[in-house]
């Protein structure tokens, strides 16, 4: 696999002068990268948007980010609203399967995905309860009625199409580093009842689904040799309940430019950060 432009500084001398004596290759030198993924992946209303307005995606997105940061040619295809079935379907009827944008000389790809195939927006969103207990009903209890944990039963439903996804990424980029990046720390144990109008025992429980996914996410990526960014604990602190200019991701009524429910730029720049510095941690030194 290709380095990115960062790591090539440690290439020998006579690498580089071999690659003066060829500029034909120049190009072919190119590192090229496509992220696939959803909304978590976009970042919907974050300053600098693509022109592709119908999927809300950011180019200040953590590939955006990452890309800047690795040297690497981008290609983005993430979209708001994405689940698998998108990769190798055409989202809102026309746009371009996200499978698409790989081929063989794919260096490095990104996912994000799964959220929505889960539901677990709309469940967070079901969850919020403007008045306090025990005016309402609890989010946590309708979801675990009767012994059945629903929204873990969605996740793990999720597994075996995220499973069938990396093995289709891999045949059509055999070559990639594959990086899956999960989902974070949205909101704390407990919440911040009336701040984010979740009950306490509410929002732990959404939290803990997204860990649920997270982890589901993690144990395919190993089974597949993929990379797994785990960004639930870097962003412990910096969730919906945290003080502006220090959280992560905005909550029902955002205080930033971005979407409800979904990480802001800042938080992006730091998940960009950790992708950037995933990808040089774990890739081969060049051959001698």
């Not at 008045?131 to 309402?136: A, H, Q, S, Y």
């Not at 996914?213 to 993929?226: D, P």
Request: with cysteine; glycine share 8%; aromatic share 6%.
């Amino acid at each position: 696999m290709r380095l990115p432009a960062r790591l090539t500084a440690a290439v020998t001398t006579a690498a580089a002068a071999s690659a003066l004596l060829a500029p034909a290759a120049a190009a072919q030198d190119t590192y090229e990268y496509v992220a696939l993924g959803d909304s978590a992946a976009a970042g919907p209303l974050i300053p600098n948007p693509d022109p592709n307005l119908l999927c809300l995606r950011s180019r200040s997105n953590y590939p955006g980010v990452a890309a800047d940061l690795l040297g690497a040619a981008l290609t983005d295809v993430t979209c708001s609203g994405a689940v698998i079935d998108d990769f190798s379907g055409r989202q809102h009827g026309f746009l371009a399967p996200q499978y698409d944008a790989l081929s063989a000389t794919t260096d490095l790809v990104t996912v994000t995905i799964g959220g929505n195939d889960a539901e677990l927006v709309q469940a967070a969103i079901s969850c919020i309860n403007l008045l306090p207990e025990p005016i309402g009903r609890s989010c946590a209890d309708r979801f675990t009625a009767g012994g059945r944990d629903e929204l873990a039963a969605r996740i793990a439903a999720v597994e075996p199409e995220f499973d069938a996804a990396l093995r289709t990424i891999r045949q059509r980029s055999p070559q990639a580093h594959v990086v899956v990046v999960g989902y974070g720390t949205y909101i704390r144990p407990g919440g911040c009842y009336p701040k984010q109008p979740i009950w306490g025992r509410d929002a732990t429980y959404v939290q803990q689904a997204v860990d649920g996914i997270s982890a589901m996410l993690a144990e395919v990526s190993a089974r597949h040799g993929a990379t797994f960014v785990d960004i639930g604990p870097m962003s412990v602190g910096h969730d919906v309940c945290a003080p502006i200019g220090e959280k992560w991701f905005e909550g029902v009524l955002p205080t930033s430019p971005a979407a409800p429910l979904h990480p802001n730029e800042a938080g992006m720049r730091a998940f960009g950060e950790a992708v950037a510095a995933a990808v040089e941690a774990t890739t081969p030194a060049p051959a001698t």
